[in-house]
């Protein structure tokens, strides 16, 4: 809103002068007012990006704490898994070890007791040659009994030797 009038309607026209002058001062003043609306509002622009570029920053900070916290969660639960597998492992190795060693002192013992079983059928074959029918039936009913007790004492030496193992 500039003034129109030029130089020699100036001249001319006081009235008119005064009234230019005074839409030049309007002018310049609603300019200033608008200048100093529009720093405030740009004032306000930047604080209130200000405080969103914070709010994201704070975001970002506090999901990078929350992705460290859960990085270290997950390896402490890998290497705490990996313990247990270990562990595991071992005790099934464990585990194989005594069931084998079992299987080997059954076998032994069975196969102790198949040469024992044949060296009483030997013995009675021999005891029959030198022995009447009336007389073997009286070693029959010891056989019977020191059987029984050859028995406990073959499962006292078993559970002995599992004691031995477990220690």
């Given at each position: 809103?500039s003034?129109?009038?030029g130089?020699?309607?100036?001249l001319e026209?006081s009235?008119s002068?005064?009234r230019c002058?005074?839409?030049?001062e309007f ?11 529009e ?7 930047c ?5 969103e570029?914070m709010?994201?920053?704070s975001?970002?900070d ?6 460290l916290r859960?990085?270290?969660e997950?390896s402490a639960?890998e290497?705490?898994a990996?313990?247990y597998r ?10 194989k ?5 079992l299987?080997?002192?059954v076998?032994r013992?069975?196969s102790e007791?198949?040469l ?7 013995f009675?074959?021999?005891l029959?040659?030198y022995?009447?029918d009336d007389?073997l039936?009286?070693f ?8 029984s007790?050859?028995?406990?004492t073959?499962?006292?030496v ?5 004691d031995t193992?477990v220690l």
């Amino acid at each position: 809103m500039s003034c129109k009038c030029g130089p020699l309607k100036f001249l001319e026209n006081s009235k008119s002068q005064e009234r230019c002058e005074e839409d030049f001062e309007f002018d310049v003043l609603t300019l200033r007012r608008l200048v100093k609306i529009e720093k405030h509002k740009a004032s306000l622009a930047c604080m209130e990006l200000e405080k969103e570029r914070m709010a994201a920053s704070s975001a970002a900070d506090e999901t990078m704490a929350m992705i460290l916290r859960l990085q270290n969660e997950k390896s402490a639960t890998e290497i705490e898994a990996n313990h247990y597998r270990k562990l595991a492992e071992k005790k099934q190795e464990f585990d194989k070890e005594v069931n084998e060693s079992l299987q080997w002192i059954v076998m032994r013992h069975e196969s102790e007791r198949f040469l024992l079983e044949e060296k009483l059928m030997s013995f009675r074959q021999k005891l029959k040659e030198y022995v009447a029918d009336d007389e073997l039936d009286e070693f029959e009913g010891v056989d019977h009994a020191s059987m029984s007790m050859f028995n406990s004492t073959l499962e006292n030496v078993v559970d002995d030797d599992m004691d031995t193992f477990v220690l």
